[in-house]
């Protein structure tokens, strides 16, 4: 027998199906991407706009809400909560700048980092550092995370099928980097993020690889993706 509750399940499924929707979705088609009759869509929306998680004008269609902004900000304390600890150990492991990135539009943008305690060549990767998605371990490893297109890259392939991208000197010279996308395993979207390593040539390429995929799925879990 199922734990989950039916009209919670639902509520939830309907602001990730509007949330897809750039330009808004109206409660018909709602509905229908839900399987479920429009008036308890009707229900299901009144009761997301009354916690601001929806908004929508008599005629236009239903969007997100304010609240969902409130709730993100409150997320990211604590995603560096739980995903710092992790980063220390990860680059302590390697001997490596460990970082988290995640997708902003078309860049990959660096959100979290650690730095090792020993070694004196560093890479200068920071937090707010941001290149295309196209480009580095970080970016290639986000569109891995994403479901198969047709116009994927063989590097994005790759790494989706291997669980890791390595690259070497795309963002700077003699730099080497390897990272690995954090799976979504509980929902359909997750957040749209990697967990990696970045250093100097001398990096155990070997081992990073290891230890990032291991990173990747402990980090999955602790945030419930």
Known sequence: MSSTLQTLDRGLLALEIVSEHSQGITIAGLAEQLGVHRAIAYRIVATLEAHALLTRTAEGPL???????LLASRFEPQLHAVAQP???TLAKATHATAFVSIAQGEECVVTLVAEPDEGMLRVGYRVGSRHPLTQGAAGIAILAGRAPREDDSPEVRQARDEGYNLTRG???RGAVGVASPIPATRLRIGMEACIGVVA?????TERAIHEVKASARQLAELIGQ
């Open 63 to 69: 969007r997100l809400g304010a609240g969902v902004t």
């Open 86 to 88: 992790l980063l220390k």
């Open 170 to 172: 795309q963002l700077q």
């Open 200 to 204: 100097m040539d001398d990096l155990d």
